[in-house]
């Protein structure tokens, strides 16, 4: 398969541990990667360097980092996706299959939710997931997005905020316009541990509760700390 003309960007902040995965899965299969680091200590810059993806420096928060990340793309589709997040088998020809289909250059497209963990609470939590794409149409960041650039940007890009900055633009977008493909986008589980399976989640749904109230994402970034 030829590269694709796609353009990686991936928001980092001292994500050593989990990036390299990501990198390789996407090395050699799309045009370029880009990173954008919110000012890594651990050594995420020189890694992403040494695997062959631009690294910028951008403010911190997801929603600054992708924004910085996809002004600074040269290709006419962008792949949004975490750094502990790695596409699975079978993702290329998703992809190709996608930006291969003129329609699609005013729609986007997600992939599935899954944890790179065997316990029965991560398959659980895999088709909430899955229920709340297809019921809602709401995906998150962990799922990736692909979106071709020019339509990213008629619809005013990812806003500069620390967090629902994948929210808002998934509602933007509007689920008519929305497509899930057939891959997995495999996520670290490592936070769900960490947190507790149940009460990470149940934080979540607090979190997005109270965008879809109308507050702030500064003020829900700040619950969201208080309640790690």
Same mark, same amino acid.
């Given at each position: 398969?030829?590269? +694709? *003309?796609?353009?990686?960007?991936?928001?980092? +902040?001292?994500?050593?541990?989990?990036l390299p995965a990501t990198l390789e899965a996407l090395r050699g299969q799309v045009a370029e990667i880009i990173i954008a680091d919110g000012g890594s200590s651990d050594g995420t810059v020189e890694l992403a360097q040494g695997a062959g993806a631009s690294v910028i420096s951008a403010p911190g !928060?997801? !929603? *600054? @980092? +992708?924004?910085?990340?996809?002004?600074?793309?040269?290709q006419p589709w962008l792949l949004a996706l975490h750094a502990d997040t790695r596409p699975g088998q079978g993702w290329q020809d998703a992809v190709? !299959?996608?930006? !291969? @289909?003129?329609?699609?250059m005013t729609k986007a497209a997600h992939f599935r939710f899954a944890l790179n963990d065997a316990a029965p609470e991560a398959r659980r939590l895999e088709a909430m997931v899955a229920w709340r794409c297809h019921w809602l149409g709401l995906p998150y960041g962990d799922q990736g997005l692909l979106i071709a650039r020019d339509f990213y940007q008629a619809l005013g890009g990812y806003e500069p905020v620390p967090l629902m900055e994948d929210v808002a633009l998934i509602r933007r977008i509007g689920r008519k316009r929305l497509r899930a493909l057939p891959a997995d986008f495999i996520t670290s589980a490592e936070k769900w541990q960490r947190d507790g399976w149940y009460a990470r989640s149940a934080r979540n749904l607090f979190c997005l509760s109270l965008w879809f109230a109308g507050v702030s994402p500064e003020r829900i970034a700040r619950v969201y700390a208080r309640r790690r």
């Open positions: 398969m030829s590269v +694709l *003309p796609v353009s990686a960007i991936i928001p980092t +902040l001292n994500a050593a541990a989990s !928060g997801r !929603g *600054p @980092q +992708l924004r910085t990340a996809a002004e600074a793309a040269t190709a !299959g996608f930006i !291969g @289909q003129p329609e699609n």
